[in-house]
């Protein structure tokens, strides 16, 4: 952990609820929250991947969020955030772990089965910020990280068709 940022985060995930809260020491409060009366997907620890039922503060501050829909690639199961003049992307980068970029810039790779913990790797070339840990944090604890790479999702649906 980099010497920038005083306290590891403390995730809260309210799956059911829709709800999802980063806080910690020196860190800014990240919420996110899925809207209410809406059915959640078990397969998404935060209940969705559409922006239009999902809203997301840093510090009570509205912020941006739109996650792709996560279908074959890689790529498509990506989550953009936008924070002030910061853009954020969490994009798989395999099996279980997915890159954080701050305005295309890598800071690490996150880690998160999808029950509210996750694990950090941030590079240590790059200057993360406390705002960088809390958003990137929630990020991947509300989507989860990591997918099969498209070759692999294609094989497994062919041979799903072979009797």
Aim: glycine letters at 12%.
């Amino acid at each position: 952990m980099h010497d920038h940022f005083p306290a590891t985060p403390t995730v809260r995930l309210l799956s059911g609820a829709g709800t999802l809260d980063v806080t910690g020491p020196g860190l800014p409060h990240v919420r996110l929250v899925r809207a209410t009366g809406t059915e959640p997907d078990p397969h998404i620890p935060i209940g969705t991947r559409d922006p239009a039922l999902l809203t997301l503060t840093v510090d009570g501050r509205p912020a941006g969020i739109a996650p792709a829909k996560g279908r074959l690639s890689r790529r498509s199961y990506r989550v953009d955030a936008r924070v002030g003049t910061a853009r954020y992307r969490l994009v798989p980068c395999g099996y279980g772990e997915s890159r954080l970029l701050r305005n295309g810039r890598r800071l690490g790779e996150l880690q998160s089965t999808g029950d509210g913990h996750v694990t950090t790797d941030w590079d240590e070339n790059a200057k993360v910020a406390a705002q960088d840990v809390a958003v990137g944090t929630a990020l991947a604890a509300a989507f989860g990280t990591g997918a099969q790479p498209l070759w692999e999702t294609t094989l497994d649906a062919v041979t799903e068709l072979i009797p």
